[in-house]
């Protein structure tokens, strides 16, 4: 598959690029796809959610009221969960929601998202960003010339790039990583993905 070079304008360039179709034009693995958006979803979880049960809730353990003899039902202390007040029944507590998926696994789910998005023609390759300036405004002058102001784009660079990032930070749809830091769920939340052309072989290489 072969995709033209863009410049920092947005127009189409004479030279392109050849991608693998081991990584950008394999058969989607939804299920694969499916694990690797769970998990890193799930990783995410801070798992401090917590409810207080009838042995923690202040109060007395006093029997409310004799056990026949009343017409109603059994009543223990105050603290029983079927009571206004009491302690939450089986409530939630502190867990670790992490799991674990194998490498080969993840690196089909990755493949898989490309190839969706190059079936879509949801990728772009542009030349080097590294010139871009730290000042946002010229960070949004670069999305409107893309005409892409209300898309989600992600933009997947060789290495980090300190002014890339300070100039996307406040942009609510856009966000800016590198070809050791993406992951799956990133690739299809966004509607365009945009790779700089030295990072193409650094995702093929990582990938197979």
Request: overall charge positive; proline content about 1%; aromatic content about 6%.
């Amino acid at each position: 598959m072969k995709l033209k070079i863009h410049d920092a304008k947005g127009k189409a360039t004479e030279k392109s690029v050849n991608l693998s179709k081991d990584v950008f034009g394999i058969e989607p693995n939804n299920h694969a796809i499916y694990l690797d958006v769970k998990q890193h979803l799930a990783n995410k979880r801070q798992g401090t959610h917590k409810a207080k049960e009838r042995a923690e809730i202040t109060g007395s353990t006093k029997k409310i009221k004799k056990q026949k003899g009343t017409g109603g039902a059994r009543a223990g202390n105050i603290k029983s969960g079927t009571r206004v007040g009491g302690g939450r029944i089986f409530g939630p507590r502190p867990r670790n929601y992490h799991f674990k998926l194998n490498v080969k696994l993840k690196r089909l789910a990755r493949k898989s998202a490309f190839s969706f998005q190059a079936k879509n023609k949801g990728i772009m390759v542009m030349n080097d960003l590294s010139s871009l300036s730290t000042k946002t405004k010229d960070f949004k002058a670069l999305m409107s010339s893309l005409k892409m102001e209300n898309d989600k784009v992600l933009f997947i660079l060789s290495e980090k790039n300190e002014n890339a990032y300070l100039g996307s930070r406040n942009l609510k749809k856009v966000k800016v990583v590198t070809t050791d830091s993406f992951n799956t769920y990133d690739l299809l939340n966004a509607s365009k993905i945009i790779v700089s052309s030295e990072s193409i072989k650094k995702i093929e290489n990582l990938l197979n």
